[in-house]
């Protein structure tokens, strides 16, 4: 009788597990679905439509995809859909606990670190030079773990660049703070900057239009007004309604203006 037992326990539990992993494996398809479905809406510039689709998953704090699909949603609605800053302030606030969850569930993930860093340089915006000055060197850090990680990926060379070339542009005051602040405070140069942009370029040529963008920015900041014009014209002369492409095809067609 207790072999019995024993053995119609073992049958039932095996059963359970049987019908939780099945149940666990139709969860995982459904969640693939929901991210292809998340990422092409992302891609065509359509982010509020997305973010609903994705909320009813945000309690899976220990998955990282969930967590910085999240917080790249609540940043790029925040960024470039909200007029409102008490709003765009929350939405920051929002993505970037999603973003520090995503990189707890996995320290190894490009995508996690990528827009931990992303968020943590915006959301800094929102406590003034002091807190984004503070920030600096952990932004940075989180864009050099995203290469670490794939180095194949040129979005995160594109933020490198972007990272030098506002630390290089940096206006006298806030270096000033930043003495204050670090012994060794954030330094770049122009020429660093590039040199990213350009690594952006040949791993996946004419993946941005804000890689063309920058590009015609360091140029003309080097002095190199032909080659800035080359990648300002590229970058204005791009038929996309991508919010984040709009704003870079028009601050390029102002600059081209003024060269």
Same mark, same amino acid.
């Given at each position: /009788? ?26 995982? *398809?459904?969640? $693939? ?12 510039? $359509? ?15 220990d998955n990282s995809e969930v ?11 925040? $960024? ?5 800053q008490d709003a765009a302030k ?15 569930? /996995? ?17 800094? *915006? ?26 194949? /990926? ?90 984040? /492409? ?8 102002v600059l081209l203006a003024k060269?």
């Amino acid at each position: /009788d207790e072999l019995y037992a024993a053995g119609t326990c073992d049958y039932y539990f095996f059963g359970i597990n049987f019908i939780l992993g099945s149940m666990a494996s139709a969860d995982q *398809d459904q969640l $693939k679905a929901i991210f292809t479905q998340v990422d092409e809406l992302y891609a065509a510039g $359509k982010s509020p439509e997305a973010l609903p689709l994705l909320k009813p998953y945000s309690n899976q704090s220990d998955n990282s995809e969930v967590q910085w699909r999240l917080a790249r949603l609540q940043y790029t609605i925040g $960024k470039f859909f909200t007029k409102d800053q008490d709003a765009a302030k929350k939405l920051s606030v929002e993505a970037l606990e999603a973003a520090k969850k995503a990189v707890a569930a /996995d320290e190894r993930s490009c995508f996690a670190h990528k827009w931990m860093g992303i968020v943590l340089g915006w959301s800094s *915006d929102f406590e003034g030079s002091k807190m984004k000055i503070e920030n600096a060197y952990i932004v940075r850090d989180h864009f050099l773990k995203a290469v670490e990680c794939n180095p194949n /990926d040129p979005v995160s060379y594109h933020l490198l660049g972007v990272w030098c070339y506002k630390v290089a542009e940096m206006p006298w005051l806030q270096r000033k703070l930043a003495e204050v602040i670090f012994t060794a405070p954030p330094s770049s140069s122009y020429e660093e900057a590039l040199g990213h942009f350009v690594k952006a370029e040949q791993v996946q040529p004419g993946f941005y239009v804000s890689n063309w963008l920058y590009l015609g920015k360091t140029y003309s900041q080097l002095g190199k007004k032909t080659d800035a014009r080359e990648w300002l014209s590229k970058a204005a002369g791009v038929k996309s309604e991508d919010p984040k /492409d709009v704003e870079a095809m028009h601050e390029a067609a102002v600059l081209l203006a003024k060269l």
